[in-house]
């Protein structure tokens, strides 16, 4: 299957949902299928879509995430998949869409065939789909980085009966996550 039938059947399915896709061809494909205020085009900055996505699931339940990262965008960041497993907000998915290279900058191969993602994603809603897409054809996304921000960030804003889901949720992060007691001694 091709990188481009895959994101053309995640996007088929897409209404409200908010779009994080990795640096490179993966969002030139989003954005050349479906662009939507929702998606959020990472650009340069390779391995830091999930985190952005476990972000915003995170602040926002009200909002359901889908995260379309690449194999050598994850192999960036593996960091990112050990919290995300750890943590599971129900609302988000993570699609890794593994071809082993590097299709962006010219189809270098990745190490991910000596990775089990699934071995580290078992408990976590991601969804590893091997592609033989090589190479890419899509045209460059045309929004430069700081209109992709505002478009989005005005697309996700709060409305006042989010506020409250958004203030328990707060509470709920402050209370679990960083509460850390002072060092005794």
């Known amino acids: 299957m091709t990188r481009r039938l895959v994101i053309q059947r995640i996007m088929s399915h897409v209404t409200n949902e908010v779009v994080v896709s990795s640096c490179g061809m993966n969002s030139r494909e989003v954005c050349d299928i479906k662009d939507r205020p929702r998606n959020f085009y990472i650009m340069g900055s390779m391995g830091c879509e999930l985190m952005f996505g476990l972000g915003i699931a995170w602040c926002r339940p009200d909002l359901n995430v889908i995260v379309i990262s690449g194999d050598g965008s994850v192999l960036m960041a593996l960091g990112s998949f050990a ?15 593994d071809n082993g290279c590097h299709s962006t900058t010219g189809g270098q191969p990745t190490i991910a065939s000596m990775v089990h993602y699934q071995n580290m994603a078992e408990s976590a809603m991601t969804t590893i789909i091997d592609i033989h897409s090589k ?25 006042s009966s989010v506020n409250d889901l958004q203030q328990k949720q707060q509470a709920k992060c402050n209370a679990s996550c960083w509460n850390i007691s002072p060092k005794k001694g």
Not at 86 to 95: D, R
């Open 83 to 97: 919290l995300f497993s750890t943590l599971i907000p129900p609302n988000i998915h993570h699609f890794v869409l």
């Open 135 to 159: 190479k890419g054809f899509a045209p460059r996304v045309p929004y430069k980085p700081e209109y992709i921000m505002r478009r989005f960030k005005n697309a996700i804003q709060k409305t």
